[in-house]
Each structure stands twice: as C-alpha cells, then as structure tokens.
C-alpha cells in the first residue's frame, strides 16, 4: 500500500523569505501526487498536481513542486512567501485507478511579518 | 461558485448519543466521499460513493458508523453510539467522476466534539 511522509510538521518563515515543505512517498508502482492546502476552518482546496508530463508543476499562487521519481520526492516550494500563505498544507499520493487519496500528517506553514 | 455544503459546522455531543452529519455536493458530481481528519493528521477516507452505491467502506467502522447516499445526490453519516476516540473534524467531498483525473472539491467540515 502507498504511504506519505511529510518530514516537518511545522515550518516557520519570515515574510518574502523562500520555503520548502517536503513530501516523500512510498509506492511500488505509478502513482499521482497532490498538494492541498487547508486554512483555519476550512475545508482542503487542490493547490496543484503531478498526474504525467512535465515533472514540474506550478500553482496560480506561486507555488511549485517537482516529481522525483528516484527519490520519491514532492516537495513543494514557493521563491518568496506572504503572510497570506499561513496555513496546513497536505501532500497527499493515490495510484492509478480508483484507489484512494492518501493523504500525509500535514506542515503547518506560518509565516512571520 | 458551486460549492460542497455540510452541516452542522458544529456539534458537541456526549458519549454514547447518536450524531448525524449532512453533506450536498456540487450539482452534477456522481462521486462522493467522507473523511475523517483527526486533529494533527492527515484526512483519512471512511467512505466513498459512486452516485448511490458503496464503492469503499473499507475504513468505516461498520459497527457505530453508517453512511448512505439515497437519491445519489445529498449523503448522511451517522455515528450511533459516539465514542470519546470520534473527536474529529468530518470532511465531505466531491468529484464529477472517480479517479484522480478528478478533482475533489471539499466543504467546510463538521468538527465533532464528544464528551
């Protein structure tokens, strides 16, 4: 069965600094990567997504992550991070098919002015 | 914007009482899912329907949890009898399709509380 490792359960940075969030995943087969963000009270929303092509892929916020096959790594990145960012961010790994999300334990960003 | 829409947003219950939580999904979504999102951790899927039917209640406690999904549209998750170990926030979500070409789009959740 596929599994997630969020390695950081809490990232804090300054505001315009650069962050990383990381996301390792085990899986002995293809899979398709996710990451969510979830503010305070809120529900997930889908920043961004690996299903094929291009290992590298962009969020409308900034954000970006890599797929790296070898290391079965995501990690997610932002170059300069706002105050607005400030919220729990999940990675999250399914397989092909109809199997479910699995999602990681979650970092919580925070970001200080 | 089409959203998914859960209710209570609240409920504070004490063991042993039965809860009920309610989930609408975006118009048009055949698949729908519950999750339960434990303070600190990640949402794990309890269960997941393809217009009415079951397709995975692998994770669902069958002994205190039910789910059900009538007409294929709105879902209900009922816990009876609530455990102190139910604390959590239950997630909805929904997707046009299954597979992970389709984006699930989550409500708000209803965190629960047993005392």
């Known amino acids: 069965a596929q599994s997630v490792t969020q390695l950081d359960s809490q990232v804090p940075v300054f505001e315009e600094a650069p962050v990383e969030l990381r996301c390792n995943y085990s899986?002995?087969?293809?899979?398709?990567l996710f990451w969510y963000v979830q503010y305070p009270n809120q529900g997930l929303q889908l920043l961004l997504k690996?299903?094929?092509?291009?290992?590298l892929v962009e969020s409308i916020n900034g954000f970006e992550a890599e797929f790296n096959k070898s290391q079965t790594s995501f990690h997610l990145r932002k170059p300069s991070v706002h105050i607005s960012d400030t919220a729990e961010y999940f990675c999250?790994?399914?397989?092909?098919?109809?199997?479910?999300?699995?999602f990681g334990k979650g970092t919580r960003l925070s970001v200080i002015a | 914007e089409a959203e998914v829409a859960q209710s209570p947003r609240y409920k504070i219950t004490e063991k042993s009482q039965a809860v009920a939580f309610w989930c609408d999904p975006i118009s048009g979504h055949a698949t729908l899912y519950w999750y339960r999102q434990i303070l600190g951790q990640g949402p794990e899927l309890l269960v997941q329907?393809?217009?009415?039917?079951?397709?995975?209640d692998s994770q669902l406690p069958k002994d205190r949890f039910s789910a059900e999904r009538l007409k294929g549209v709105d879902s209900t998750l009922k816990i009876q009898p609530a455990e102190l170990g139910d604390s959590a926030m239950y997630l909805c979500?929904?997707?046009?399709?299954?597979?992970?070409?389709?984006?699930?789009?989550f409500g708000p959740g209803t965190r629960l509380t047993v005392l």
């Open positions: 690996y299903l094929s092509g291009s290992t």
């Open positions: 999250a790994v399914t397989l092909s098919g109809n199997t479910p999300l699995v």
């Open positions: 899986s002995s087969v293809s899979v398709y």
């Open positions: 329907f393809q217009d009415e039917s079951v397709v995975d």
């Open positions: 979500a929904s997707s046009l399709d299954q597979g992970p070409n389709n984006e699930q789009f």
